[in-house]
């Protein structure tokens, strides 16, 4: 049974570089006995030339991965730009969703100590991500 990868950011100095490496990558899998998702794979410019079309990045059976303009890699979106540049509204978005969802739940019931607690281990992954940004 095969069993698909998940996870993975793989960089590249140049398009043909990538290419090399998506075939290390396809062959490790295989003897893992694992495939690439080609319908989660993509694959992203940042640089001086980020707008230029890029050559096709080819799998092993020959199938194209896509070009995109943002990919979202453990719930961060990383855009295409000319500098390394991330997106944190959703981050944002979920950390206040989480931190309201507690409050709701256990605003009349549970010490500051329990709430604070929750918010600390439920949301402060998602705020740590938006905190590195404004600092960087």
């Known amino acids: 049974m095969?069993?698909?990868?998940?996870?993975?950011?793989m960089i590249a100095p140049s398009v043909s570089q990538l290419q090399k490496i998506v075939n290390i990558f396809e062959r490790e899998l295989n003897r893992l006995e694992m495939?690439?998702?080609?319908?989660?794979?993509?694959?992203?410019?940042?640089?001086?030339?980020?707008?230029?079309?890029?050559?096709?990045i080819l799998c092993a059976d020959g199938t194209p991965l896509a070009w995109v303009d943002?990919?979202?890699?453990?719930?961060?979106?990383?855009?295409?730009?000319?500098?390394?540049?991330?997106?944190?509204?959703?981050?944002?978005?979920?950390f206040f969703r989480s931190a309201n969802a507690l409050f709701s739940k256990l605003?009349?019931?549970?010490?500051?100590?329990?709430?604070?607690?929750?918010?600390?281990?439920?949301c402060l992954p998602i705020y740590c991500c938006i905190a590195w940004k404004s600092v960087h």
């Open 2 to 9: 095969l069993k698909q990868d998940d996870d993975t950011l």
């Open 70 to 94: 943002s990919i979202r890699y453990l719930g961060v979106f990383i855009v295409r730009s000319r500098k390394f540049k991330c997106f944190f509204d959703n981050a944002k978005r979920s």
């Open 107 to 122: 605003a009349k019931s549970a010490s500051e100590d329990v709430f604070l607690h929750l918010v600390n281990s439920k």
């Open 35 to 56: 495939l690439l998702n080609v319908k989660k794979s993509c694959c992203m410019s940042i640089g001086q030339r980020h707008d230029v079309k890029c050559a096709a």
